[in-house]
Each structure stands twice: as structure tokens, then as C-alpha cells.
């Protein structure tokens, strides 16, 4: 699929940079696939460490 899409040249740069990848359109497809990676993780483990709990484990792991 081709397509035009005007891309902010300093945002540009620097993803060629840190990334070392040889072009724009190598760029954006590696961009793609990285977000699409990201957004279909499972939510459950994004929030793996993310709520708070107050509780007491040596109490749980008693035999009552």
C-alpha cells in the first residue's frame, strides 16, 4: 500500500538514529508493527504491578 504522509523531520531523524534502520518507509513500517504489537498485549499483565494492595502474606500462608 502506498501512501503520502507528512512526518515531522526531526522526529524522523531521530528514529533513524536510535533505531539504525536505513529509511523512512523502514522506519514507519517498523512503527507499525511495534504498536500493533503493544496495543494487542493482554491488559491484565500491562497492569501486573500497576494497583496497589495492602495485605499481609504471612498471615495468608498460615493454616487456620
Do not use: Y
Amino acid at each position: 500500500m502506498q501512501a503520502h504522509i507528512v512526518v515531522d523531520d526531526q522526529l524522523m531523524n531521530e528514529a533513524l538514529r536510535v533505531t539504525g534502520l536505513n529509511g523512512t518507509e523502514e522506519v514507519i513500517e517498523v512503527a507499525l508493527r511495534e504498536l500493533i504489537e503493544h496495543r494487542r498485549k493482554d491488559p491484565l499483565a500491562l497492569a501486573f504491578g500497576q494497583m496497589p494492595w495492602d495485605g499481609d502474606l504471612d498471615a495468608m500462608r498460615t493454616d487456620r
